[in-house]
């Protein structure tokens, strides 16, 4: 009997064939359309390229409607990117959903801000482990950020208001301090971040991860996090390895371990994860996906043994 998650590992690995052979397909050589005549993959990249210039005009023409006069030369590189994101764990039923992200690099007007829209507080996205290994769709909360970024000598600092559109509009700020400190054969990327949310009070988050290059197929990213909730009183911490991969210019492959913990009632251990993510860039900076088949162990379940997949699907313009 087939159960809900054989169905979506059984979807996920025929996507992810199918996408792989268009790619491989791509690569090669293949005889000429008729003259005249487009193949599909003309159309599908002439088609991104007419809407990003689309974006980039209307960007460049909020810009200078804003700022009323050119401050800088510099190159406009307004993205939009769509996310589909599919979520299979056993024992639950298949979740998917899409999200949208704005980024309208308006260059006059990041003389003195920057403006991001998204469907979701992508700040608070950064804030855990999900950003390596997604479990959870994402927080449907649309939204606008108004970023001032500056750099304090080798530290970068970023103050963001940002606007949830609801009734009635909330407001959550951040103000973040980071750094990256890069060497010879490893990188250190300190972080800290104070942050206040209508729903979750204040709090503050703080990352000091290292990333070690052993060569240049091979990597490690150990991931030392840790986020503190002031509303519920809960210090949530995250620890993990990362080994990475690279196949080829356009695929990649890592292997991941994380452990969780929290402080309640007293500070334990509340989950640990093994995942494997396999990356594919179909075509750059148009279509990427990402497969992630984990196993999953958590406290509230007896430590019991959950199996799940995760399938995304970006679209670039």
């Given at each position: 009997m087939k159960t809900v998650l054989g169905k979506a590992l059984f979807l996920m690995l025929f996507l992810w064939v199918f996408f792989s052979s268009l790619s491989i397909k791509a690569e090669e050589k293949a005889p000429p359309p008729p003259e005249g005549e487009k193949t599909w993959e003309q159309t599908?990249?002439?088609?991104?390229?007419?809407?990003?210039?689309?974006?980039d005009s209307v960007a460049e023409g909020l810009d200078l409607f804003l700022v009323g006069r050119r401050v800088t030369e510099r190159a406009n590189t307004s993205s939009l990117r769509v996310e589909n994101l599919t979520i299979s764990q056993e024992g639950k039923a298949l979740i998917n959903s899409v999200s949208i992200g704005v980024n309208p690099r308006l260059p006059n007007l990041e003389e003195y801000w920057h403006l991001k829209f998204a469907t979701y507080d992508e700040r608070a996205d950064k804030r855990n482990a999900q950003e390596y290994i997604r479990q959870t769709p994402r927080e449907r909360n649309p939204g606008a950020t108004v970023g001032?970024?500056?750099?304090?000598?080798?530290?970068?600092?970023?103050?963001?208001?940002?606007?949830?559109?609801?009734?009635p509009l909330r407001i959550s700020h951040s103000l973040s301090f980071e750094s990256v400190a890069r060497l010879e054969t490893y990188e250190i990327n300190p972080k800290l971040e104070f942050w206040a949310t209508p729903d979750k009070g204040v709090g503050a988050f703080q990352a000091l991860n290292f990333n070690f290059l052993l060569s240049k197929v091979w990597s490690i990213t150990l991931v030392?996090?840790?986020?503190?909730?002031?509303?519920?009183?809960?210090?949530?911490?995250?620890?993990?390895?990362?080994?990475?991969?690279?196949l080829s210019r356009k695929q990649a492959l890592s292997y991941n371990i994380f452990?969780?913990?929290?402080?309640?009632?007293?500070?334990?251990?509340?989950?640990?994860?093994?995942?494997?993510v396999y990356s594919?860039?179909?075509?750059?900076k148009i279509l990427d996906i990402q497969v992630a088949p984990n196993v999953d162990f958590q406290r509230s379940l007896d430590f019991k043994r959950v199996l799940g997949v995760t399938f995304t699907v970006n679209l670039n313009f």
């Open positions: 599908l990249i002439e088609g991104n390229i007419a809407i990003s210039k689309w974006f001032v970024f500056k750099k304090l000598g080798n530290i970068r600092t970023a103050f963001e208001p940002r606007i949830e559109l609801q009734d030392n996090q840790g986020d503190y909730e002031e509303k519920t009183h809960t210090y949530s911490v995250t620890n993990g390895v990362s080994f990475g991969q690279i452990f969780g913990s929290n402080n309640h009632p007293n500070y334990h251990l509340d989950s640990y994860n093994f995942a494997v594919h860039v179909l075509y750059k």
